[in-house]
T-cell receptor
Framework: GAVVSQHPSWVICKSGTSVKIECRSL??????MFWYRQFPKQSLMLMAT?????????EQGVEKDKFLINHASLTLSTLTVTSAHPEDSSFYIC????????????????FGPGTRLTVL | QKEVEQNSGPLSVPEGAIASLNCTYS??????FFWYRQYSGKSPELIMF????GDKEDGRFTAQLNKASQYVSLLIRDSQPSDSATYLC???????????FGPGTRLSVLP
């Protein structure tokens, strides 16, 4: 149980185009989904937290107009990188949690397999 | 001061030895602590979590938490070459679910 999928697993695009990444919880309802970015040899950096039906909360320094997040249902969140540039090339990973924030101390997140974005 | 710190490594241990991975955190209000393993090019996979002071064992893995010292560690007994990966410590912020990840420690188990 607790499987999270991402699509696509990798994408190559031209500079200036927009790319949409989907994150799905396959066997549970995800109250909260998280989007991370990981550059080579670095750790995961949280970009934003999204709760179903409400606006995402972005971390400091993350441009909300560039990284559009939609969490339209309890099993699907999307991240759209708008007008992508080479510096946006990274490994984007989503995670999902069945709990609402603050409800449980052992609040596990289940990670998707990641999407590798390369912007030429 | 970074919120979550780990030695970057690489930490090299011979096969069969005990690998000890350490993590310190700055937020005293942190509630729960996770250890993830990440192979190159893959997303993290959960090894175990701990939220009470003391030790928690799961197979070859033991997590140790000391909230007074703001320190959490992971011991891997009988290390195998397949344990070679980057180990990420993650700390959940007070009153929330957001994780802060440490930079990770690269472990290399030598056959």
């Amino acid at each position: 149980g607790a499987v999270v999928s991402q699509h696509p697993s990798w994408v190559i695009c031209k500079s200036g185009t927009s790319v949409k990444i989907e994150c799905r919880s396959l066997d549970f309802q995800a109250t909260t989904m998280f989007w991370y970015r990981q550059f080579p040899k670095q750790s995961l950096m949280l970009m934003a937290t999204s709760n179903e039906g409400s606006k995402a909360t972005y971390e400091q320094g993350v441009e909300k107009d560039k990284f559009l997040i939609n969490h339209a249902s309890l099993t699907l969140s999307t991240l759209t990188v708008t007008s992508a540039h080479p510096e946006d090339s990274s490994f984007y990973i989503c995670s999902a949690s069945p709990f609402a924030p603050g409800l449980a101390a052992n609040n596990e997140q289940f990670f998707g397999p990641g999407t590798r974005l390369t912007v030429l | 001061q970074k919120e979550v710190e780990q030695n970057s490594g690489p930490l090299s241990v011979p096969e069969g030895a005990i690998a000890s991975l350490n993590c310190t955190y700055s937020d005293r209000g942190s509630q729960s602590f996770f250890w993830y393993r990440q192979y190159s090019g893959k997303s993290p996979e959960l090894i175990m979590f701990i939220y009470s002071n003391g030790d928690k064992e799961d197979g070859r893995f033991t997590a140790q938490l000391n909230k007074a010292s703001q320190y959490v560690s992971l011991l891997i007994r009988d290390s195998q070459p397949s344990d070679s990966a980057t180990y990420l410590c993650a700390v959940a912020r007070n009153y929330g679910q957001n994780f802060v990840f440490g930079p990770g420690t690269r472990l290399s188990v030598l056959p």
